[in-house]
């Protein structure tokens, strides 16, 4: 029995439809996280799990029990909110100690429990301070802290990364994997983050305009996206437009716009003629000199309008024949040459037939 | 230069002061008062040049503040004048207060004035806060009307109504259930309940508003129930604002006149209607006495308040 | 939840109850006593005749005397001139120490907003009888002159505050583009400052114009018989004639000038952020 299960979940404010008829289930020990733009209805969701509001429709069930009619403060879920929500008046040791208090555990258990909690997240010196005396990130792990000190059956993150700058938020992200594998609670993160979503979860859930668009390991999300949505919102995508000439077997024959025929994997259910689009990562596209032989079967001359230099890899934006423009990464790994190609450059990207994704819409 | 001038506008705002209170001479020190005031004028125009229009503010400003306290200084100076006309300075004593506190009336209003006061501010208190915090949270309609239109509209209107309804409607009704009801301590206390409460919701509310909400989800969150979130989250945090918002109550209950003048039977005085008895029939520096203490206490009380609530005073704007 | 519904009763119904019944109540009391005889020996006759003869029920006999002496529409012409021109010098004396105030660097502000309202602490009949003492011997008092003074004096502090807290927040970069732009000190102002200050003025203007026509104190105190107002008339009816039908149909007229003011500055101030 899956821990959490929301079944056809339905919420509407006045003419807007937040969340769409979404079924999931989220499993124990899971770090499940609700990916998608502002919008798109993860918070709303989240809130119905919390219990500060209410489906319209469907059902939440914990454990099997519905939870329609249960307060949020008989629910044994907790929630990390986006400002951290801290109590201003109470010290760091009794944040921690209120949902204990509030369960009613004796004092002396209280107190050993409130110094593990502050262990967990290294900050037993800060027990006695206030919540205004302590910096973003030490918010963050006290609210963590505090959430999680009487390991409730499941934990929702609302955001809690976002107001930390880029350094301490991968810290944090490092931090959060190893507690919850720790602590074994079950994670619902939200995010609008895909690089973070990718990083932290075992599931994700993307969501769009209230409704799941697909659910799925992180690496399959990526891989194997779904529509376009899920393919554009994951990581970059390059999108090669034309329709469907041939599918048979384990491939597909596309004819692409400017382009001609090229062969793809997958597809293999549309009938020939439909719209669809080719979805390749720019890892995927092989980028060389103009003259260099290249084994690949889709190989195209292009010049390079622009390229991106990240460090690591360089992504380079190579006008087609057909006037579309392709990403092609490349590793800056080469010893001895700092740049590849410059703008102006002819050269010659291709790639497998395996390669890409081929998404009707 | 420019401090000079201000300098020498004080001097002059000084010796107008001086004058007023002198025995002798009176007009010669105003004469060079109001000299002084010229030269301040002049030095200031010859000297500030570019920083004309700043310098014209202060000069304004300071005949503006200087406007606000005096009127009010000389009464507490003559309190202690030792002479039956409140015309200029003879001597120092402090003959009426003595004769203050030797007057019973003036004993039995101030008694009257602070148990008003006290049971006015705990009552608008607890019903302000509510009113302040159901405005927030549940946005009603048609409460905010009625907690803010006895704080806007003239008090003579308040006071009236108030008047015809005790005399008229609550005597009868409730002469005939054989309770006997008429203008004392109590319809008082009614009164001034429902002009405070307005004040005390401002600022609750006002307080909440600038509060992160999730703080009372997360208390709930984390197993408490509405009634533990009020009393272990919300009100602390609500408390600085509540005690400033009683004080600010305690204070316009006791200053209150208009409202107390319609609301009070024969029998029920309290210090602000006991002063106006005295400045209607006879004047005597015992009203400047009496002023000053009545004075000394309400500044204390809204100093105290500003020390809890420093947007208090943008609140009531 | 369910449970919201009786929450919202339990903290917002004790104060609406109470306001209900000591607020409202009185107030519609109040409409139907203006609509009443007198009693024979003051007060409100009763509405359903008790002995033969009697006056009872409803009439709108006060409101016939109102429309047919020329005196009332005097008295409120001469309530609103006496507000209008106290509304007028508070404006004046006000400007300067609220944009003093708002100038001035921001750990100066709170004191010097602080002393505007310490006079406040004060009692209203004390800073009346403060005139009393310092007009008396200029043979100054009970005249219209005292009456003004006395009502700007106590009414100052409503027209600093509400016009400092609105100059606070603009924003000092309009003048400085402005001077740069070639405008001296005063087109400065004329053009910048005082348009973008009109809502703090009409809200100020509000919170002095609406209770000097209520008042009856200063004119009683400071005034002579001739510069009765308003809140005379109303004090005098029910304390003095005891004709208390009539002095409810003027405070009803008082209420209803007292929401024409309210509604014309609201809407003149929301013009005027429009048009900012």
Redesign the interface.
């Known amino acids: 029995m899956a821990l959490l299960e929301i079944r056809n979940v339905t919420r509407h404010f006045g003419a807007l439809t937040a969340v769409d008829d979404v079924s999931l289930a989220v499993e124990a020990g899971e770090f499940f996280t609700l990916l998608g733009p502002s919008g798109c209805g993860k918070t709303t969701l989240l809130r119905m799990i919390a219990g500060f509001d209410q489906p319209d429709a469907g059902a939440i069930l914990l454990d099997g029990t519905d939870m329609a009619d249960t307060p949020p403060e008989k629910r044994p879920v907790h929630t990390v909110f986006q400002s951290y929500a801290l109590f201003p008046h109470m010290t760091v040791a009794q944040n921690i100690a209120f949902p204990l208090r509030m369960a009613g555990n004796a004092p002396e258990r209280i107190a050993a429990q409130v110094k593990d909690a502050l262990a967990m997240v290294h900050l037993e010196e800060k027990d006695q301070h206030h919540p205004h005396e302590l910096s973003g990130g030490q918010k963050q792990r006290v609210a963590l802290a505090r959430s999680l000190v009487n390991r409730p059956r499941l934990l929702l993150l609302d955001e809690p990364l976002g107001a930390l700058d880029a350094k301490l938020r991968e810290e944090m992200q490092v931090e959060l994997i190893d507690m919850q594998r720790e602590v074994g609670v079950t994670f619902v993160f939200v995010t609008h983050s895909q690089s973070e979503a990718l990083a932290l979860s075992s599931r994700i859930a993307v969501m769009n305009s209230g409704r799941v668009e697909q659910l799925d390991e992180p690496s399959r999300l990526y891989g194997f996206p779904k529509n376009r949505f899920v393919a554009d919102f994951i990581g970059k995508i390059n999108m090669l437009e034309g329709e469907v000439i041939l599918a048979q077997g384990a491939g597909t024959k596309l004819l692409l716009k400017g382009l001609g025929e090229v062969e793809a994997s997958g597809g293999t259910a549309l009938r020939p003629g439909t719209p669809a689009a080719l979805a390749l990562r720019p890892e995927q596209v092989r980028i060389a000199a103009a003259d260099a032989a290249v084994d690949l079967p889709n190989r195209y001359h292009g010049k390079v309008r622009d390229f991106l230099y990240i460090g690591d890899v360089t992504t380079y934006l190579v006008d087609l024949p057909n006037g579309q423009r392709i990403q092609a990464l490349l590793p800056n790994s080469a010893p001895g040459r700092a740049k590849f190609f410059e703008i102006g450059d002819t050269v010659t990207v291709a790639w497998p037939a395996e390669a890409g994704v081929v998404l009707a819409e | 230069m420019r401090k000079l001038a201000l300098a020498a506008e004080a001097l002059g705002i000084a010796v107008l002061f001086w004058s007023?209170l002198a025995s002798g001479g009176k007009d010669t020190l105003a004469v060079a008062g109001f000299a002084l005031l010229a030269v301040a004028a002049l030095l200031g125009a010859l000297g500030a040049r570019r920083e004309?229009?700043g310098f014209?503010?202060?000069y304004?400003?300071l005949l503006?503040?200087a406007?606000?306290?005096i009127?009010?200084v000389?009464?507490v100076i003559?309190s202690f004048n030792d002479s039956k006309l409140?015309?200029e300075w003879v001597g120092l004593t402090t003959g009426w207060y003595a004769k203050l506190f030797a007057d019973d009336e003036m004993l039995q209003a101030a008694l009257n004035s602070v148990l008003i006061a006290c049971t006015a501010a705990v009552i608008a208190t607890?019903?302000?806060t509510?009113?302040g915090?159901?405005?927030h949270?549940?946005r009603?309609k048609?409460?905010p009307f009625?907690?803010f239109?006895?704080v806007?509209?003239?008090?003579?209107?308040?006071g009236?109504?108030?008047?015809?309804?005790f005399?008229?409607?609550a005597t009868p009704v409730l002469g005939a259930f054989g309770i006997e009801f008429g203008l004392g301590l109590a319809t008082v206390v009614?009164?001034h309940?429902?002009f405070c409460?307005g004040f005390v919701?401002i600022i609750v509310r006002a307080r909440l508003a600038g509060m992160?909400e999730?703080?009372f989800?997360?208390?709930?969150?984390?197993?408490?129930?509405?009634w533990?979130t009020f009393r272990?989250?919300t009100l602390?945090?609500i408390l600085p604002g509540v005690i400033a918002g009683a004080l600010m109550a305690f204070?316009l209950s006791i200053?209150d006149?208009?409202i107390t003048f319609?609301a009070s039977g024969v029998g029920t005085k309290t210090?602000?209607l006991q002063?106006?008895t005295m400045?209607?029939v006879a004047?005597t520096p015992e009203?400047n006495a009496i002023?000053t203490l009545?004075?000394a206490l309400?500044?204390a009380?809204?100093l105290i308040a500003?020390k809890l609530a420093?947007d208090l005073?943008?609140a009531?704007? | 939840m369910r449970s919201n519904r009786t929450l919202r009763w339990l903290v917002g119904g004790p104060p609406f109850l109470f306001l209900v019944v000591f607020f409202l109540l009185p107030a519609l009391i109040m409409l139907v006593a203006s609509l009443r005889y007198p009693g024979e020996f003051g007060g409100l006759a009763p509405l359903i005749a008790t002995r033969p003869g009697e006056e009872a029920g409803l009439t709108v006999e006060s409101y016939g005397v109102f429309f047919s002496d020329w005196v009332y529409a005097e008295i409120f012409a001469k309530s609103f001139g006496v507000a209008a021109l106290t509304t007028l010098i508070c404006l004046a004396m006000a400007y300067p120490v609220a944009l003093l105030i708002a100038r001035s660097p921001k750990k100066n502000r709170d004191l010097m907003v602080l002393l505007v309202v310490l006079p406040f602490a004060s009692n209203f009949l004390v800073r009346v009888y403060a005139w009393m003492i310092i007009l008396g011997p200029f043979d100054l008092l009970f005249s219209r002159f005292a009456v003004i003074v006395g009502m700007v004096y106590v009414h100052l502090p409503f027209m600093i505050l509400p016009l400092y807290t609105n100059l606070e927040k603009h924003d000092p970069a309009l003048l400085d583009a402005a001077q740069d732009l070639g405008a001296s000190a005063w087109r400065r102002f004329w053009r910048v400052t005082f348009p973008l200050s009109l809502p703090g003025v009409f809200s100020g203007s509000a919170l002095v114009f609406i209770p000097v026509l209520g008042m009856f104190a200063i004119p009683e105190i400071l005034g002579g018989k001739d510069d009765w107002i308003v809140g005379n008339m109303i004090k005098e009816s029910f304390l003095g004639t005891r004709d208390w039908p009539f002095g409810s149909m003027l405070s009803l007229m008082l209420t209803l000038a007292v929401l024409a003011v309210a509604g014309g500055t609201s809407w003149l101030a929301r013009r005027a952020v429009r048009q900012a």
């Open positions: 007023f004309l229009p014209w503010l202060w304004a400003s503006v503040y406007f606000l306290y009127p009010l000389i009464v003559f409140n015309a607890v019903l302000g509510m009113a915090i159901s405005m949270r549940f009603p048609l409460l009625l907690v239109t006895p806007a509209m003239p008090e003579i209107l308040l009236v109504s108030l008047l015809i309804f005399l008229n409607t009614i009164a309940v429902t409460i919701a992160d999730s703080v989800e997360a208390a709930r969150d984390l197993g408490a129930t509405p533990q272990l989250v602390p945090l204070t200053d006149f208009v319609f210090l602000p002063i106006y400045i209607k004047v009203v002023s009545l004075m309400t500044l009380l809204i500003n420093p005073v943008r009531k704007a």
